[in-house]
């Protein structure tokens, strides 16, 4: 999944040939799941048309302050257009439009859309070689970075003109690397990778049967994933889930058993800021495991038990730098329960629910916490679906690891 996943992006069109490459633009982001408006100067249109445009944003295209032809003409609010967007791109952003943008000069709806925008604003020029050299381009660039907004330079090969040179447009696919690289670099855990368990692990009686549990696997994929859109690099460690992740910055280790969710845990965990270990490891396993399938006898079958190892433990009897934070899922006395986990588990803080809340637990997709953290500190959370739980524990853990 792209950080542009869920972003409200305003692209501005403007009149240079490589205006027919937006269209290209325009699915990338949609693609990567973001949402699209577009407006368009004038004189864009003779480059490319706004049917196109409307049919791959699945959104109107806005180019003036209002139609003169349509009877029941309605105003453009530039103004809302400005506040909708999470980010804003002007591409290709044409020598005029560059150099009314640094003047303020108002005199379309791009224009006044930009003089309004309050989010981050990109834009990629696009122009002759000769043009994008003169010393008023220049100033317009330069004044523009002065501004705050956020260039992505033209590249250099053959141009509309014929000339070869600087003042290509990027292509389509550089610009939207440069805006998630932009975006990715800006976020808090940018640079730093987090450990995260996973979902049940099997233990094997025999060749084909377990002991297992019901844990779906989903806070943890959930705290996964709000762990990356941070920023950070995640190993998800998993038993045998249902789930899916399909965004770069996490990668997948799938395991079975406790032992090995155990081995999986002790080849990472030396490189990672924080780990999370949400997952409802067996504590026992058979003793032995049979070779061949048990047959079925009219008999009792006992079948001896060895514990597991405990995972968290042992990472927090070997931590150093890292914020290490477990799971209690507690019936009763939940909070002294807790507790006691988190001081001989050697943790910095634990995740407590009860099953005594509705809503909270294994089978659900909701769930209700309380953060512990090492100063016994409680933060206490209202029932939420399991995605915004797992914001509020990244964000507590954030709070934690900046004081
Ligand atoms: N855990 C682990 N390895 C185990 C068992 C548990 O890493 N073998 C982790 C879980 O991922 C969770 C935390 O320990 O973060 C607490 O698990 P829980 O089952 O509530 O606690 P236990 O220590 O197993 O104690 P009990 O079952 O007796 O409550």
């Not at 925008?117 to 834009?123: E, G, L, M, R, S």
Request: glycine share 6%.
């Amino acid at each position: 999944m792209s950080v542009l996943s869920g972003k409200k992006i305003l692209l501005g069109i403007t009149a240079g040939i490589a205006a027919y490459k937006t269209a290209t633009l325009v699915r990338l982001f949609i693609k990567s799941g973001a949402e699209v408006q577009v407006i368009m100067t004038p004189a864009s249109k003779d480059f490319i048309t706004p049917l196109t445009l409307s049919t791959l944003s699945k959104n109107p295209v806005h180019s003036t302050f209002y139609s003169k032809e349509e009877e029941n003409e309605l105003w453009n609010n530039h103004v809302e257009l400005g506040l909708w967007a999470d980010l804003m791109l002007i591409a290709p952003a044409t020598a005029n439009t560059l150099s009314k943008m640094s003047s303020g000069t108002c005199d379309n709806l791009l224009i006044a859309t930009y003089l309004s925008a309050k989010c981050p604003v990109y834009f990629a020029p696009a122009m002759d070689l000769d043009m994008y050299a003169h010393p008023s381009t220049i100033t317009s660039l330069d004044k523009l970075q002065l501004f705050g907004n956020k260039m992505i330079p033209a590249t250099s090969g053959e141009l509309a003109s014929g000339l070869v040179g600087e003042g290509r447009m990027a292509e389509p696919q550089d610009i939207m690397s440069f805006i998630e690289n932009d975006i990715l670099s800006t976020l808090p855990l940018k640079g730093k990778k987090v450990l995260v368990t996973a979902g049940p692990t099997y233990e094997a009686i025999d060749p084909v049967r377990f002991i297992g549990n019901h844990s779906s696997g989903k806070m943890g994929f959930e705290i996964a994933k709000a762990a990356a859109n941070l920023g950070a690099e995640v190993f998800l460690i998993t038993g045998p889930s249902e789930e899916k992740e399909n965004n770069t910055l996490i990668k997948r280790i799938n395991v079975v058993t406790a032992e090995e969710m155990y081995k999986a845990c002790h080849h990472y965990f030396h490189e990672v800021a924080i780990a999370v270990l949400s997952a409802a490891v067996a504590d026992y396993k058979p003793k032995k495991v049979a070779t061949e399938k048990i047959k079925k006898k009219d008999t009792t079958l006992e079948i001896e038990l060895a514990p597991t190892k405990d995972i968290l433990a042992s990472l927090g009897a070997i931590k150093q730098q890292q914020y290490l934070v477990g799971f209690a899922l507690e019936t009763n006395n939940e909070i002294v329960n807790a507790l006691s986990k988190l001081e001989s588990k050697n943790l910095d803080a634990i995740i407590l629910n009860s099953l005594k809340d509705k809503g909270a637990g294994f089978a659900t997709d909701t769930n209700k916490v309380t953060f512990i953290d090492h100063e016994q500190h409680q933060v206490h959370f209202e029932l939420k679906s399991k995605t915004a739980v797992a914001i509020d524990i990244m964000n507590e853990i954030l709070n934690k690891i900046d004081a």
